[in-house]
């Protein structure tokens, strides 16, 4: 059965430097999101991606966030200068359609470690 | 904006005994998600349901649109449904981006 993947699973990296989490959608897959969850907090929604371009985002997501798709099967998320805060497990999720419900597959996560 | 509620928080229980988690939305919606959270932290969605009750092996999930609620309940729990559930429903009502909005999860705890 397809399934969306994510790597890294784990990255530790040191506040202020960038990093690039990746994820492979499910490839007739339409929307693309990313979450994420603080350790012992709900999981939140950070933004979603439709037709190449960002179709909402949350408070969450400011100008240090940003989401491409370059090449048609990768979906990037970048955190230009990570902050403590921003330890957190990150997942990627897709979605087929464009209206209705449809449910929505998730990646395994990337745990990201800032310190 | 919906708010998403679960209880229990926790919840332990005795191999073989039979399980509730509960969850109510604020605002109406077409459609309701459970997932599971593995101690890994990987999540795996279990079902999205929009009326009455889906059923996939001991799992089962219910749904009142009218009073807000879903359950999820497991027949004959195994100590490897140990998992953290987690219920989540779409922001709005309004078609779209879909976002989901995540209730805090309920860590379910089977004992051999």
């Known amino acids: 059965e397809p399934e969306v993947t994510q790597t890294p699973s784990h990255q530790v990296t040191q506040m202020g430097q960038e990093v690039i989490l990746r994820c492979v959608p499910i490839s007739n897959h339409l929307y693309f999101y990313w979450y994420r969850q603080i350790l012992g907090q709900k999981v939140e929604f950070l933004v979603s991606?439709?037709?190449?371009?960002?179709?909402?985002k949350s408070e969450i997501f400011d100008d240090q966030f940003s989401v491409e798709r370059p090449d048609g099967s990768n979906f990037t998320l970048k955190i230009r200068s990570t902050k403590l805060e921003d330890s957190a497990m990150y997942f990627c999720a897709s979605r087929k359609r464009t209206s209705g419900q449809e449910t929505q597959y998730f990646g395994p996560g990337t745990r990201l470690l800032v310190l | 904006k919906n708010e998403v509620e679960q209880s229990p928080q926790n919840l332990t229980a005795q191999e073989g005994e039979f399980i509730t988690i509960n969850c109510s939305y604020s605002v109406g919606i077409s459609a309701l998600h459970w997932l599971q959270q593995h101690p890994g932290g990987g999540i795996v969605s279990l079902f999205m349901?929009?009326?009455g009750k889906k059923k996939h092996g001991r799992l089962i999930a219910t749904i009142n649109i009218q009073e807000k609620h879903s359950s999820l309940h497991i027949t004959a729990s195994h100590p490897r449904d140990s998992a953290v559930y987690i219920c989540a429903a779409p922001a709005t009502i309004i078609q779209g981006a879909q976002k989901l909005v995540f209730g805090q999860g309920t860590r379910l705890t089977i004992n051999p």
């Open positions: 349901l929009s009326s």
């Open positions: 991606f439709y037709n190449n371009e960002i179709s909402e």
